[in-house]
């Protein structure tokens, strides 16, 4: 059973057309269609029977025994469904078979022992040598039969690494050492593609099953139609005892030659049927090779970032953002688009460091930890045409700075900004602040202008001084105080005025003085009262 993906008409053959078909099972169709598209919280199982479901095949049967880990983050990137659904299954230990039957075809998703049975009528297949052959047609049998051992490592292990706990230690390793001389190598490998020791000591084990299903292999011909992939049975009447023991078939080639087409039905020869398989020990643990390959990503790429509606910063405690592909046909520009992804910044420490948070809207360049498409890493960020930058180009092309944007509902007019203007001749340095600035100096400042200063205050204006107060002028100073000046001096003040001084008092002045007054004028007085004086001593 299957469907008909190729047919040929290749000629002729005692005056028949002669035809050639090729037949694949529904899976194959997954080779004729390939997708970008992210997969969230979700178990490569669900993954899997989702994608047959979009393309309506329900054929298919789930006997999986153990459990699996739920994915985060799962990209499907320019590959055929395909090739995504196989390196999944194989990544996670998974593999399958189908089972034939009249009419139909079943995909069996399989991960252990318990997943297969055998056909029916074959649970235990003799072995006859080609010499038995004649006499032994009664039955089917095998009779071809050759055991092939191998040396493989004896250990897997592999390591990973998890931002959100930094010191773990997710190193993990499966051994499965066998009675033979240097058997204990080890493969190490690096990521794991796991975030916790559990998942990475299962994926331990499945890696060196998968190594090891190449330790012992048997191989052999058969006249046995129920030497299917993925079925068992048990051999008997080979002359090595240790062989009679139950087997687990990894791949079967079934061949049928037929003549009798041909118009001379009595010429036609009786049909052959013969069967290649390849096989196991049943009680090995099978799990297929990791031999379809994972699409690496060939460079950077930009992305834009996305949030919850109504937000203009969305982000996490670890400043990362959510992302909207340019490839994702799927993802609604929203918080679902896609996991959180960490944003690089200039500087981080403990604590400190530089945090520039991308904002909705904007494009960033992102990267991906060795082309991995599951692993994105927000790099950079570049301006577009909706997104221009802050000064007009390339008009002012000897600006640089940083201008922010107050959030939320903030318009142009609402920014925090330090600019640089490297123009010769029209250097400055720019800073506004769109509220309040406050400046907080642990030990001195030096300020230094070499020419004018303006200070303007808008409102009031306050200084403390915690000790000495120096002030130099080099030449005049003016003074306007629009309504009262009030000086209060704890202690002593002297003036020193070293040529003239001139006070005018608009009104009245009032001199109060608690003690003494002395007065000393080194040559002539002149004191003009235009009408009374009044003086009174003691």
């Not at 089917?140 to 191998?150: A, H, I, N, R």
């Amino acid at each position: 059973d299957g469907f008909v993906s190729q047919f040929t008409q290749v000629g002729t053959l005692a005056y028949f057309s002669h035809y050639r078909a090729v037949l694949h099972p529904w899976l194959w169709f997954l080779t004729r269609t390939s997708d970008c598209r992210i997969y969230q919280q979700m178990k490569v199982p669900d993954i899997v029977k989702e994608i047959f479901r979009d393309h309506s095949f329900t054929d298919f049967e789930d006997k999986l025994n153990n459990s699996y880990r739920e994915w985060e983050y799962c990209v499907q990137y320019r590959e055929t469904d395909f090739n995504f659904v196989s390196r999944l299954l194989e990544q996670e230990g998974i593999y399958y078979y189908f089972r034939h039957e009249a009419g139909k075809h079943t995909l069996v998703l399989c991960d252990d022992y318990s997943s297969h049975g055998s056909v029916k009528g074959y649970e235990e297949i003799p072995f006859y040598p080609p010499s038995q052959h004649g006499s032994s047609r009664w039955r089917d049998y095998v009779y071809d039969w050759k055991l092939t051992k191998s040396v493989q490592p004896g250990r897997y292990a592999h390591n990973d690494y998890d931002f959100t706990k930094p010191k773990a230690d997710l190193h993990t390793n499966a051994p499965l050492p066998r009675r033979y001389d240097h058997a204990d190598y080890e493969i190490y490998d690096y990521p794991g593609e796991y975030l916790e020791s559990a998942e990475g000591e299962s994926y331990a084990r499945s890696r060196i099953a998968e190594i090891q299903t190449g330790y012992e292999v048997l191989s052999g011909g058969a006249n046995a139609r129920g030497v299917a992939a993925g079925a068992l049975f048990s051999l008997s009447e080979h002359a090595r005892g240790d062989q009679n023991r139950e087997y687990l078939v990894t791949r079967a080639l079934h061949l049928l030659n037929s003549d009798a087409f041909g118009s001379v039905a009595e010429l036609a020869q009786e049909p052959v049927y013969d069967c290649e398989f390849f096989a196991i020990d049943s009680r090995e643990s099978f799990r297929s090779a990791r031999i379809t390959p994972k699409p690496l990503v060939q460079g950077p790429q930009t992305a834009v970032v996305v949030g919850k509606s109504g937000e203009e910063i969305y982000t996490d405690e670890y400043g990362r953002v959510k992302l909207q592909f340019h490839w994702d046909r799927y993802g609604g520009s929203d918080q679902d688009s896609s996991c959180w992804v960490r944003v690089a910044q200039v500087w981080s420490g403990k604590n400190w460091g530089a945090m520039h948070i991308p904002r909705i809207g904007q494009e960033v360049i992102v990267d991906f930890l060795e082309g991995d498409p599951d692993r994105p890493i927000i790099t950079g960020r570049v301006y577009n045409a909706d997104q221009m930058p802050p000064y007009g180009l390339p008009a002012n092309k000897t600006q640089s700075g940083i201008k922010s944007r107050s959030s939320k509902g903030g318009t142009g007019d609402n920014f925090n900004e330090i600019r640089f203007e490297d123009k010769k001749g029209e250097e400055q340095v720019y800073v506004h602040a769109e509220k309040n600035q406050d400046n907080v100096v642990e030990n001195d400042e030096t300020t230094s202008v070499g020419h004018d200063r303006t200070e303007d205050v808008g409102n009031d204006e306050t200084i403390s001084i915690g000790h000495d107060r120096t002030e130099t002028v080099g030449n005049n100073e003016t003074i306007t105080i629009g309504v009262n000046r009030t000086e209060s001096v704890g202690s002593n003040e002297d003036i020193t005025i070293g040529v003239n001084r001139t006070e005018k008092v608009g009104s009245n002045e009032t001199i109060a003085i608690g003690s003494n007054r002395s007065v000393t004028i080194g040559s002539n007085k002149t004191e003009t009262i235009a009408i009374n004086k009044a003086e009174t001593i003691g």
